[in-house]
């Protein structure tokens, strides 16, 4: 193990589970939506808008659900953002769960999540065994950091600064990995080591050189 390092911070929807975008990706097509037009209906005033509002408690889901709507009417395709609630409850990742269960081991593991006073991100299940599932992974974690309960929200930086308080770690001593340039720039800045998670395999991969672990063999058991 790399004795550099402390802590190994953990994203979940798309890096414990299948990326929610994919879900999202299904849904524009089955709506005769234009590609990536949720995603870019939230990359507009991305601090304020409707999503980040609700990730941050500040709003209910029904709120959620009426200011959404008029956002993605304004770009000309209405959308109810309770529809989208679903499509956040991915399948988990068995094979990410057993390194981050090696990881473990060795470094202290928290899970970072953007999610809603509803039970979105990390806690959003689509039935009572995905529900038990998810609660197995959280209960690997020393601690979850949600934004729901924060009142702050991944990129901005004081949810960082929040997650190194609770681990008693410098930033500069924590490895993150996330889906997300956008939130993997604000911990880097902080001093973080980030890893950038476009597949397991890829992601496992770094995480391996980074924490000289041979994380590969956990990847492919089973």
């Not at 993997?184 to 890893?195: C, F, Q, S, Y």
């Not at 992601?203 to 492919?220: G, H, I, R, S």
């Amino acid at each position: 193990m790399n004795p550099d390092y402390q802590a190994v911070f953990w994203d979940f929807g798309g890096v414990l589970t299948e990326s929610p975008f994919e879900a999202f990706a299904r849904y524009e097509r089955e709506q005769g939506l234009p590609r990536d037009f949720l995603r870019g209906t939230n990359a507009i005033n991305p601090h304020t808008n409707a999503w980040a509002r609700f990730e941050r408690g500040e709003i209910d889901c029904q709120t959620f659900d009426e200011l959404f709507r008029a956002e993605t009417r304004a770009r000309g395709y209405p959308v109810n953002g309770r529809e989208l609630l679903p499509l956040l409850a991915g399948e988990l990742r068995v094979d990410m769960v057993r390194v981050l269960d090696e990881v473990r081991r060795h470094y202290l593991v928290a899970c970072l999540t953007n999610n809603s006073p509803s039970g979105t991100g990390a806690g959003m299940s689509r039935d009572p065994e995905h529900a038990r599932t998810v609660e197995e992974v959280m209960q690997r974690f020393v601690f979850v950091l949600e934004s729901s309960q924060t009142g702050v929200r991944k990129p901005e930086p004081a949810f960082y600064e929040q997650a190194c308080e609770l681990a008693g770690v410098d930033p500069r001593d924590v490895v993150y990995l996330d889906d997300l340039g956008l939130n993997l720039k604000p911990a880097r800045e902080l001093g973080m080591t980030t890893i950038k998670v476009n597949a397991p395999e890829q992601a496992v991969t770094a995480l391996a050189e980074t924490l000289q672990l041979p994380l590969l063999a956990a990847l492919n058991e089973g």
